[in-house]
């Protein structure tokens, strides 16, 4: 009888190849271009207050929409 | 201290949805995402009503009363505001909203979602303001300089009205006690008849 031939690499080592394979191409991948900055402004800077009603679009709208109805 | 807030005038209303537009464009909204629209009730009847809808900016925010990683924050001109880095796109705030404000972005399959985004009152979120960052996970940041939402701003009935609360409140009350409010509005016998009231 006939026996079937010896594969060079088995069925199971080839994924383990595949994943070794893909861990070393991450490791030797450049590394980021930045690191990731998350929410960069601290908690009394982003609470701040940004509305200006002195400034000139604020003040032409609200004249603007007191015109009478 | 000022308190930003929407105020639509229903009576002025024409869902013309240059709001919605106005906001799309300004911030770049992807596509499945209306930060704004605009609800009609009774349309094509008579008494028919539009009111334009966006974030409320609650006082007592229900939204940041669910969520389970704390991202929301109260500016000091009380514009509710959240981050999209802390933002786990769990979807409690969708449930919690009386308004339906939040939405979220379809980024994969089986139902998953993305992270939440939602009106800002033009006022950007957790980044340097003007940054690139900023505009593109926030949108545009006109409250920082020196400007009101676009929505508002371009509105061409003045029905929709945004800014300082006390302000606008005046403007919508001295509106109302000249013309007069639903079925007692100026012209309104004539443009509906007589036998309907609202």
């Excluded at chain 1, 026996?3 to 070393?24: H, I, N, Q, T």
């Excluded at chain 2, 005038?9 to 240059?18: F, S, V």
């Excluded at chain 2, 033009?122 to 300089?145: F, I, M, Q, T, V």
């Excluded at chain 2, 676009?150 to 409140?169: H, R, W």
Aim: proline residues 5%; contains cysteine; aromatic residues 8%.
């Amino acid at each position: 009888m006939k026996s079937e031939p010896k594969e060079k690499l088995g069925r199971r080592d080839f994924l383990r190849a595949l994943g070794a394979g893909a861990g070393v191409a991450v490791a030797s991948a450049a590394p980021l271009a930045a690191p990731a900055a998350a929410d960069t402004e601290n908690n009394d800077e982003k609470r701040k207050a940004r509305y200006k009603a002195d400034s000139a679009s604020v003040q032409t709208y609200y004249r603007v929409n007191r015109f009478p109805s | 201290m000022a308190r930003m807030k929407f105020l639509c005038d229903a009576d002025r209303c024409i869902e013309c949805n240059a709001c919605v537009t106005a906001c799309k464009n300004e911030h770049e909204v992807p596509w499945g995402i209306n930060r704004r629209r605009v609800v009609t009730i009774n349309d094509g009847k008579p008494g028919e009503r539009s009111v334009s809808m966006a974030c409320m900016h609650c006082t007592d925010a229900p939204c940041a009363a669910v969520c389970p990683v704390d991202c929301f924050y109260t500016t000091a001109d009380a514009v509710v505001l959240h981050s999209k880095d802390l933002c786990i796109g769990c979807g409690y705030c969708f449930y919690a909203c009386p308004f339906g404000a939040p939405q979220y972005p379809k980024v994969g399959n089986f139902g998953s979602r993305g992270k939440m985004d939602k009106c800002t009152f033009c006022a950007g979120g957790p980044e340097a303001d003007g940054s690139k960052e900023e505009y593109e996970k926030y949108g545009a940041n006109r409250l920082a300089e020196g400007k009101l939402p676009l929505c508002a701003e371009m509105c061409s009935t003045k029905s929709l009205l945004a800014g300082d609360g006390d302000v606008i409140a005046q403007i919508y009350k001295e509106r109302v006690s000249r013309r007069g409010y639903g079925s007692g509005a100026w012209g309104w016998q004539t443009a509906y008849r007589e036998t309907i009231a609202t």
